[in-house]
């Protein structure tokens, strides 16, 4: 084993003393040089979703252990009473939608200063229809030389199916400010499909639709499309391939037709959020949560082998409670769309690679239009504006001071995180997005006019 230099001898050695007079927390790993925590007791929640895995990993593996935290993770019920226990302090943090620190901040939903400093993963959504909507939709669906459906596949082939649809077309997403509800929304809008407008008059969001949008709790989403109270939504994993499993009348339940990751390449999903007021009075406590889930983020990404223990762990009811073989399909590199039509998609699930754990400031700037696109945000706005804001709920800078300590400990590689950045990815290109628009994050006022389906 490789030896430490003195200095690091020194310190690590302190640390392990320091450790052994806090029994409950167990063995701290030979590199990891834990820091003063004002906070060692910590109560984290999260929702039963395969993304919730750098929080269950951190735990399982011992990562937060490592940093001398004490871990609770506890499933909570659904997106609002999650945010909730954050707010009011019954939670110390959570698994949040990436909206939600966002929407918080500016008065869309629950309002509060909730922060992040750590992305959780990309992509990891997917639309999900009816299986006799899909068996409609098929038809206009290009395919390959072997009959199967071409990918990506687009709204417009969906538009014919709801143009002759006898009744509401009704679709679930997980909640306004979630990114399946902004996915769902760009998908059918480049479909030339109206997904509907949030007006003073309508705060559910349908105004002038074509589709009738709701939000409804992912573990639930199956169940609402065997009752037709739903002909299909957007979620996160397992529930998309929850439908394939499920059969209804002889059928597959459902049909998963698009991931977000086919919407928007490597989108950013889920983030670790905490209240402005909570980071400030912990910052110590803070670092080392964050230490902890850079760790895990790497881990999951860095073996088939460590992506299959992860399956295993998630699977057991008190975290995601799905069945293995359901959670494996897209943990582990590949996505079933209709029976039979497995395809290969190594990067369903990204928390490490690609920089996926560092909060970038366009990312956060690209909900905001979207919440402007759709009228949950009402006024117009300076560039600057938007800016502004991301800088006061992402922190890059509080992501990037973790890091280095990593870094100092040998935990982490320089190549690991973004050098050089000023806190926005690269301009994205036309195969970004399925309608072949390109985002630039400094720019939010021309990009939200450049599409042709958008609120006044």
Known sequence: MKSLPQKKRLKTGLALCMAALLPTLGAVDENTIPLDVEKPNLHFGFIKLTDCAPLVIAKEKGFFEAEGLNVKLTAQKNWVILLDNVIKGSLDGAH????????????????????????????????????????LMKENV????????????????????IDGWDGDFNLGMVFPVSTHNYELRYWLAAGGIHP???????????????????????PLMPSYLNSRAILGYCVGEPWNQKAVFAEKDGQQLGVPVVTNYEIWKNNPEKVFGVTKTWAEENPQTHLAVLKALIRAGKWLDESIENREEAVEILSR????????????????????????????MPDFNVFFRYY????????????????RRWGQLRDDRPDSWYLETAKEIYRPD????????????????????????????????EGDFIDGKAYDGHKPNDYIQSFEIRTD
């Open 96 to 135: 949040m939608l990436a909206g939600q620190p966002i929407g918080a901040t500016v008065g869309v939903s629950q309002k509060a200063d909730i922060i992040t400093a750590y992305s959780l993963d990309l992509n990891g959504n997917g639309i999900t229809l009816a299986t006799d909507v899909w068996e």
């Open 196 to 218: 509907g407008f949030y007006t003073e008059a309508d705060a559910q969001g349908h105004s002038d639709g074509d589709v009738i949008i709701s939000p409804n709790a992912p």
């Open 142 to 161: 290009p395919k390959d030389a072997d009959g199967k459906p071409i990918h990506p596949i687009k709204a417009d082939a969906l538009k014919p199916v």
């Open 317 to 344: 009811s008190h975290y995601v409670g799905a069945e293995p073989e359901v959670l494996r399909n897209s943990m582990t590199g590949s996505f079933v769309y209709e029976r039979g039509d497995r395809r290969d």
């Open 398 to 429: 509080l992501y990037m001071e973790a890091a280095q300590l990593l870094i100092e400990e040998e935990n982490l590689a320089e190549a690991d995180i973004p050098v050089g950045t000023d806190g926005f990815r690269p301009v994205t290109g």
């Open 356 to 371: 996926a754990s560092y909060p970038y400031y366009s990312d956060c700037i690209w909900f905001l239009t979207q919440m």
